[in-house]
């Protein structure tokens, strides 16, 4: 299925010619060469949303059924047969067990361009933090965070080296999730179509697709910093203005103002979170604009918010757990062979090396976990635009021209 398959509705449509000729009213147009009836909807599918009796033009009511599809068990408003499945998942509106069951299938489906391909990005990452982190480590006064050394005064400078050395380690890991979630995007999606693209096929297919969801990344991110300080500075102006000098308690309405403010982040943040969701599928799959990807997500969580936010709950969940235990043991080792192999003054070492293993967790875990979590939401797209817009529509007319190899 080309990339113009996955476009909204809309998209890519040519305009009908002006110029066309008109019939004049008195004139009868020439007859048409009758057409055949268009073929029979696939056995068993209902658009979700339609009535009951609904069917497909050309045929009259009770003039058509399609025999054989009616079997035991069957319920009102379930499909009574058993859905087409190409690939991860089968082409009809998803439940919340085909959406985790898709997305853990993809890792058996094509684990070479899903975990192989998690381990190369997050290793680039590492290659890349790991020389940033020791130079800034190598500035710090570690004697200053010594328990032995009660009178010890953080500098300004060891503080701004320890600061900038964490921030400059996870930065190449930030921007290897954007990267890695734009390319997993595409897999999952070739995933549902029974496809397996290679490593290769899928950094061709998304390269372009990079720079605009970095862009997508930093904008949200403005919006959260914007969000933070305005709301974060209310808080701070209550307790101040609650108290004449820092000695004194704030208070109780400044406390009360503060703990407002802080669940109204909190909401605000997860929804919109929530309602930007879908930002990668959009800007990879339909290859739209910034901008347009955050209207164009907007539209698709309308009318079923709590749903996909219950989906990515659970989700999260699986995921964070799934995260500790797998990072645990490398963690373990790390504390345990540190004292061992390290000389306890070299503090610089000491901590380099806690850092090191701490990023290789990282990237164990995000080699397994970033693949089930890009999927879990390539597939929570998948079925809204199915459930809004009929999209598994198009799907079985693309795979009934072009069968995909299995």
């Not at 009758?34 to 069917?55: K, S």
């Not at 381990?119 to 570690?142: E, H, K």
């Not at 397994?368 to 199915?386: E, K, T």
Request: neutral net charge.
């Amino acid at each position: 299925m080309s990339d113009s398959g996955w476009q909204a509705p809309g998209q890519g449509r040519e305009p009908s010619d002006p110029t066309a000729p008109v019939p004049e009213p008195d004139q009868q147009p020439s007859p048409q060469p009758t057409q055949p009836p268009p073929a029979p909807p696939l056995p068993g599918y209902q658009q979700p949303g339609y009535a009951q009796g609904y069917q497909q033009p050309g045929y009259q009511q009770g003039g058509y059924q399609q025999p054989g599809y009616q079997q035991p068990g069957y319920q009102q408003g379930y499909p009574s047969w058993q859905a087409f499945k190409p690939g991860i998942v089968p082409i009809r509106p998803l439940s919340l067990g085909d959406i985790l069951d898709g997305a853990i299938k993809l890792l058996r489906f094509n684990p070479a361009s899903t975990i192989g391909l998690a381990l190369v990005v997050q290793l680039v990452a590492l290659v890349i933090s790991l020389p940033l982190l020791g130079l800034f480590a190598s500035g710090v006064d570690w004697s200053i965070f010594s328990t032995t050394n009660a009178d010890a005064v953080p500098d300004t400078r060891s503080v701004l080296s320890l600061g900038g050395g964490l921030a400059a380690a996870m930065l190449p890991f930030g921007l290897s999730g954007i990267v890695l979630t734009a390319l997993l995007t595409h897999v999952a999606s070739e995933a549902v179509l029974g496809r397996k693209p290679t490593i290769g096929e899928t950094w061709r297919a998304a390269r372009s697709r990079i720079l605009p969801s970095v862009g997508a990344s930093i904008l949200t991110s403005i919006v959260w910093l914007v969000l933070v300080l305005g709301l974060g500075g209310v808080a701070l102006w209550a307790l101040i203005s609650s108290s004449n000098s820092f000695e004194t308690a704030p208070s109780g309405l400044a406390v009360l103002v503060t703990v407002l403010v802080a669940i109204a982040l909190v909401v605000i943040a997860v929804w919109l979170y929530t309602r930007w969701m879908f930002l990668s599928p959009v800007i990879v799959l339909e290859r739209s604009p910034v901008l347009q990807a955050f209207r164009r997500s907007w539209r698709l969580v309308s009318g079923s918010f709590w749903r996909i936010f219950g989906i990515l709950v659970v989700s999260g969940l699986i995921t964070s757990v799934a995260s500790s235990v797998l990072s645990f043991p490398l963690q373990l080792i790390g504390g345990v062979a540190a004292p061992l192999m390290i000389d306890p003054n070299n503090q610089t070492m000491a901590f380099v090396f806690s850092m090191i293993s701490s990023l290789l967790s990282q990237v164990l875990a995000t080699a397994i976990v970033s693949p089930f979590a890009a999927a879990v939401v390539c597939l929570l797209y998948l079925d809204q635009r199915m459930r809004k817009e009929g999209f598994d529509i198009t799907l079985l007319q693309s795979l009934g021209q072009s069968q995909p190899q299995r």
